[in-house]
Structure formats: structure tokens, C-alpha cells
């Protein structure tokens, strides 16, 4: 994987020097520009995020599982240090007696093999047991409601009560509660705790009081106030902010979480629905454990509840090219499928369609409506492969996986995969490949440095729209400063004006744990207790809430290259949305000329971000660049100064509200020439 970036080689530039094509544009408008045109049709579902289990996004993050290892599958293929019982410590209190061991005789599902047996030798009032410390404590609040549940059977015809406690950080009891298990098969139970006092970082404790020997599994605890109050949900000011961004979309599980590096642990749809205990968990790529407890149904239920399009990436049939530990560009280690079990796995694909959007009534649409989702999904894409290697062995299974789609389901848009970088071997393979088939969209990745996004903001005002058309599914410019923030803000400008050929885009990776984050940077840094939204994320937040369906050229003028600007309308509302964005160190005038829109009125609300160049939001101040909302009066012509380091929008209320006017979506690609 990337993991390190080298130092900025830009920094001592000039903006103006890195925005030529830019400053031509802006200052000579006399040469025919592309972005001169009015009305120019933008995708509705432009702005969106990239969800991927990295940096404990998922198991430790989103996913509201307080328990860390519940179900006792940690393994050292996860992370060398891990077995069974990581994350969980034996307990034997007061005098009592007794043993605990890892068993895998007759589990509760032949997917989830280990589970803990509890033996006791004497009757105690407190028992033997075990206390999880959950993902770095579990925290608790006094008076919140807490869902405790476990997988358990007795052996020897026995009933054996078990204490359930939450305890603070010191062992003091917050909350108990007993339940006695009776049955000899695997069952489960149920309790909720109230703790009475509140801890960032307590532990749950399961104690067996009586004589005999109990087994347990599945040793869950989540707090009653999920997101939208979902059962097995997500944990909620996480939820919230993500949902704060309103994306139009959610690409999910990755990154390269999706294709893996091996086939052992590619991820598999079909390996993530159903209970619990039917799941089948497996290493992440990142070095830790995947509970899959987050699965396809939690992602879709997730992308409905924030209003947000579903956009799943399915493995291409083939694993990452640097799978076998090794980061090497252009590596080998590319795994693939069987052409003998292809049929399957392009089955595997057809049935992940069904699952989203069939009628319950189809096999898997009945396992979607088992889950309690009778109605559709209305999946309309469909992500095939990660930045694979251009191999040959991809692209006989990428056709297999994309013809069949295809012609099952037309209205389905496939996107394709162009490589891990801006331009390269792979990324010109990947285009050229993805025009022979004329694959309606296809997914490019790049991570760069701000000083590339200021450069680079032309790059696809000459894109052939007869070719696929993009999502730009991973980008971010190595920073979370403000000037990293506007970089990228300048760059949005750029995907507006090209709304009609970039169709999608999203920044990643999206979360970040504080203390385990493989990747920087990222969009949203969190702990048990706080969310850190990052400037970055007030930048995509600033565009995605002020999406536009129509960009207009011509409406700003700057004189200073250091500005860049974008003009949208959104034809619900018939709001004009200004965006300006300054990533140079003084303030600059622009010139605005809203005459060519005739029903504005002259209220207009004024969103700014800036500070200094460096500024960061962090946990110890992450209130230090969030934006600052205004009224503003705008009409006809005017002018407007643009503070040193700020993106300002101004958005002009409409009176003139229309349906939304929409281009049609994908497949006008044309066979042939090599890349764009
Ligand atoms: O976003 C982090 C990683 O970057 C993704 O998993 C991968 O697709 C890319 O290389």
C-alpha cells in the first residue's frame, strides 16, 4: 500500500506559475473557452464519499459494535500478535474456581469456529468470566441504554446464571444484570444495561456464578441510540457527520479492502448478509480483523437512511497486484479467480444486483426482505475492480463480469478501474481497454500534492465526451492544512465546470481513528468520544450541499490567477451558487456579473472558510477553520474582495424554480483510440 508520501516538491512555486491555462481563461476570454458555455448540464450525483474499512473505519468506527474480537476469531494472520482471546481478559473473582479455554467443537455456525467455555467448579456469588476493554475502552454514559447480547449453551443439563456488568476504567459497577442460560443448544440472550455513571473507557464483564460449563459466542454490546436507531447499526455522531455531508453517493467497501491481496480475502458480498453468526469474518488488508458485521445490507440500509446513492465496487475476479506483502509498482502478485469458477463469480455479481433491487419475491431479493427491507435498493451502479493491474487475466474476467451485467442489466452502469495514478502504463491500458468495450464509466485514483491539484485544473476540459465518462473515485492532496483543503477546493471548481464528463467524485479514504490510521490523510478523524471533521471536509461539504444541475462560464471575472471560480445553478431550486476560491496569501477582487439569470432575488447567503495557510483542525482544536455562514446582498453586477487562504460561497436565492434538467447518463463511449 502507500503509506508514505514524499515532501512537498512544489512549495516554493508560485500559484501564478502553477495556474496558467487558468489565468489565460480568466484574463482572455476573447480565445473560446469550454467553460464559456451556458448552461452546461452537471451530474446530479457529482459530489459523493468513498467509504472503505481502513484506519478502523468500520469494525472500532462506523460500525457501533462496542465489543472488540466478539466472536473470538482473531487470528494471527490478522496481525501477528492477535489469537482468540486478544482483546479479552480472564477473570476469576472472589474464591471461586474454575477454567476457560477456546474451543471449536460444534460451533454456532461452521463460519464463525471459535467460541470461549466457561467452566466453573463451585458456586460464587461472583464467578468466573471474562472482561472485554472493547477498541481502546468501551465507553459508556450514565442514564444511555446499552443492548447486551451473546450466543450461548450449557453443557451437562445445567442451568448456569451469568453476571453481566459494565464497569469504569477503575472496575467499579456502572450497571448489572443476570441471565441465566438453560438449553443445551446455542441460544441467544439478551439484556439491556443502564449504567449509572459515565466512562470514556470502561469494560463489559460476563462472570458464570454457577457450577457447570457454559459456552459462549457472539458477545455483543451496542448502545441503544444507533443511527436512525438501527439494530445491528452505526455508531451516530459518526453516522451523523458523514450524513452532514448529504453525499449524493456511497462508494463502498473500498479501496482496496474490495479486491484484497489474495484470494483468501477478497471481499465477498455474499460473505457479509444474513445473522450474525452466519458471517464470515477474515483479515483485513490493512492489518486488522473484518467482522463483516458491517455488511452489504448495514451499507445499503446506511446509504438509504442518508439519501445517498449505493455505488458498491465488486472484485474484477482478481486480488491486488502487490497481494504477497510486498509494494511493488507494477508488482506481480496479482491473484485471479479460476476461469473455471468464473461462471460462479459472475453469478456472484448478477445475484448482488438482485439483492439490491429485486423483487422480494426473487431468491435473493427474499434474503433482502428477510433482513426487513422488502423494497428496493434502486442500486444503479455498479463498481468492477480496484486499480487492477492491467493484466491479461483482468481483462478476461472484467469482460466476463461487465458483458454479463450488461445484458442482464443495462440499467445498471458498470465503472470500470484506470490504475492507482493520474497517468501511467496502467492508466493508459485501463482507458483504451475501457473504450474497446465502451464501458460507460471508468474510476481514477490519484493522490497528489496541492501544488499538482492547482496545476492540473484543466485536466478535464479537454476529455473526449464521446469517450467513457469518469468518476474520480480516490483523490486528496496529502495535507489536511487549509491551503490542502483549497487545493482541492479549486480543483471542485474544475469537476463542475466538467460535471458533464466527471460524472462522480470522491475524496479518500473518508475515516480515520485516532491511533490506528494506516492511511493520511483522511477526511474525518475520530476517537471513542469525539469526531474531528478536518477542513478538507468542510470543503466537500461546502460543494456537495451546494451542488449545482447547470455550470455557467463567464459569471466571474478575477484579475489574480490565485482565484479560481465556479458558477452553478440548481434548476430545483433556481438558486445561483457562486464558489471563489483564493489560495494565495493576499486578497483578491473578482468581478461578478449575475445578469444573465433574471429571477434572482437579491438575498443571498454567504458561506466563508479561511485562516492561515497551515491551519488545521485537530482534536485538541478542531473548531479552528469551519465555515462562517452570512447574509449577503447580491444582484446584477457587482464586486467582491476574496480573503487571503478562503473558498466563499455565495448562493443567490431563485424565485425561478424548474424540474431538474438532467443529461443522460453514461454509455456514450466510442471503440478505439488509446486512452483519452
Ligand atoms: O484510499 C486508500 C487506498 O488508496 C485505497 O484502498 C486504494 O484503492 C488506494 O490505493
Known sequence: MKTSYSSLLLASLSLASLLPNLANAQK???????????????????????????????????????????????????????????????????????????????????????????????????????????????????????????????????????????????????ATASLPVQASTWQPYRVTLTPTGTDAAGSLVVLATGKGTVDLDLISLFPQKTFKNRANGMRADLAQAI????????????????????????????????????????????NYHQTAGLGYFEYFQFCEDI??????????????????GTWRIGGT?????????????????????????????????????????????????????????????????????????????PEVTVIGTVGPSPKGDDFDQGWTFANQLAVPMVDEHYYESPEWFLKNNRRYDSYDRKKSTVYLGE??????????????????????????????????????????????????????????????????????????????GGVLTASDSAVVSSCVRDANSGDVILKLVNAGATAQPVRVDLSRFKRLRPTAELITLSGPRDAKNTFASPQTVVPKTAPFKASGSFAYTTAPYSLTVIRVKGSDAKPRKEVSRGSTASGGSAGR
Open 243 to 286: 450524513a452532514d455531508l448529504q453525499p449524493k453517493f456511497v462508494r463502498f467497501p473500498g479501496g482496496c479492502l474490495a479486491h484484497g491481496d489474495g484470494l483468501e480475502n477478497m471481499y465477498r458480498w455474499k460473505n457479509t448478509i444474513g445473522p450474525l453468526e452466519q458471517r464470515v469474518e477474515q483479515r483485513n488488508i490493512w
Open 475 to 552: 483523490y486528496a492532496s496529502r495535507g489536511n492544512t487549509l491551503f490542502n483543503a483549497l487545493s482541492e477546493a479549486a480543483y471542485m471548481t474544475s469537476l463542475e465546470r466538467n460535471g458533464d464528463v466527471v460524472r462522480l467524485a470522491s475524496y479518500a479514504p473518508l475515516l480515520a481513528k485516532e491511533g490506528h490510521t494506516q492511511w493520511n490523510p483522511d477526511l474525518i478523524y475520530f476517537n471513542n468520544s469525539t469526531v474531528c471533521p478536518t477542513v478538507n471536509y468542510y470543503v466537500q461539504q461546502l460543494f456537495s450541499r451546494n451542488q449545482g444541475s447547470e455550470y455557467f
Open 333 to 409: 502478485g496479482q491473484q485471479s479467480i479460476t476461469m473455471a469458477e468464473m461462471p460462479e463469480y459472475v453469478q456472484e455479481v448478477l445475484d448482488l444486483i438482485e439483492y439490491a433491487n429485486g423483487p422480494a419475491t426473487s431468491t435473493w431479493g427474499a434474503k433482502r426482505a428477510a433482513a426487513g427491507h422488502p423494497e428496493s435498493f434502486h442500486l444503479e451502479y455498479v463498481g468492477v475492480g480496484n486499480e487492477d493491474k492491467q493484466t491479461p487475466e483482468f481483462r478476461e474476467r472484467f469482460k466476463l463480469i461487465y458483458d454479463a451485467v450488461k445484458q442482464k442489466h
Open 28 to 174: 482572455a476570454p476573447k480565445k473560446a473557452q469550454p467553460d464559456l458555455a451556458a448552461g452546461k448540464p452537471i451530474s446530479q450525483d457529482l459530489f459523493g464519499i468513498f467509504f472503505e474499512d481502513i484506519n478502523y473505519a468500520a469494525d472500532g468506527g462506523l460500525y457501533a459494535e462496542l465489543v472488540q474480537n466478539r466472536s473470538f476469531e482473531y487470528t494471527p494472520n490478522d496481525n501477528t500478535a492477535w489469537q482468540p482471546l486478544t482483546a479479552w481478559e480472564f477473570l476469576r473473582e472472589g474464591y471461586s474456581f474454575g477454567n476457560m479455554s477456546v474451543e471449536t467443537a460444534a460451533p454456532v455456525n461452521p463460519s464463525n469456529p471459535h467460541y470461549v467455555t466457561l467452566h466453573v467448579e463451585n458456586e460464587m456469588q461472583k464467578g468466573l468470566g471474562l472482561k472485554n476493554s472493547g477498541f481502546d475502552g468501551i465507553p459508556v454514559k450514565a442514564g444511555d441504554q446499552y443492548n447486551f447480547s451473546v450466543q450461548a449453551r450449557v453443557k451437562g443439563g445445567k442451568s448456569v446464571p451469568l453476571l453481566v456488568q459494565l464497569r469504569d476504567k477503575e472496575g467499579g459497577v456502572l
Open 307 to 324: 439519501g445517498a446513492k449505493p455505488l458498491p465496487v465488486v472484485p474484477a475476479a482478481v486480488s491486488c497486484q502487490n497481494s504477497g
